[in-house]
């Protein structure tokens, strides 16, 4: 059975950094784009950033580019967003997913199969 599970959320402060950890069991990141999506409440979730089968190639949003950077261990089968210069509107609850794409996205989540179950990430001003 598959899971993701996120870690690594917590409280910092603005200019401050955190690294999130995606961990998957029952499948091999190897073969699935992944990506990383955030959700505030009373907002849409908004894709952060994404990683191509492979490794091949990241994709971020604008409103993070230059601070956070997507990373893939393929021997521990777990996925990494540094996230440097944190702003008190990266507040929101961190999800990792996962589906086989062989281009990832950040903009439709509906394509992304496996999800987890989220690790807040607050940042204080």
């Known amino acids: 059975q598959w899971h993701l599970v996120e870690s690594g959320g917590g409280l910092v402060q603005s200019g401050g950094s955190l690294r999130l950890s995606c961990s998957a069991s029952?499948?091999?990141?190897?073969?699935?784009?992944v990506a990383w999506f955030r959700q505030a409440p009373g907002r849409e979730r908004e894709g952060v950033s994404c990683l191509t089968i492979s490794s091949n190639g990241t994709r971020y949003a604008p409103s993070v580019k230059g601070r956070f950077t997507i990373t893939k261990d393929s021997v521990e089968n777990m996925v990494y967003l540094q996230m440097n210069n944190l702003k008190p509107e990266d507040s929101a609850q961190y999800l990792c997913?996962?589906?086989?794409?062989?281009?990832?996205?950040?903009?439709?989540?509906?394509?992304?199969?496996?999800w987890g179950q989220g690790t807040q990430v607050t940042v204080s001003s």
């Open positions: 029952g499948f091999n990141l190897d073969y699935y784009s």
């Open positions: 997913a996962a589906a086989p794409l062989p281009i990832c996205t950040v903009e439709v989540p509906q394509l992304y199969d496996y």
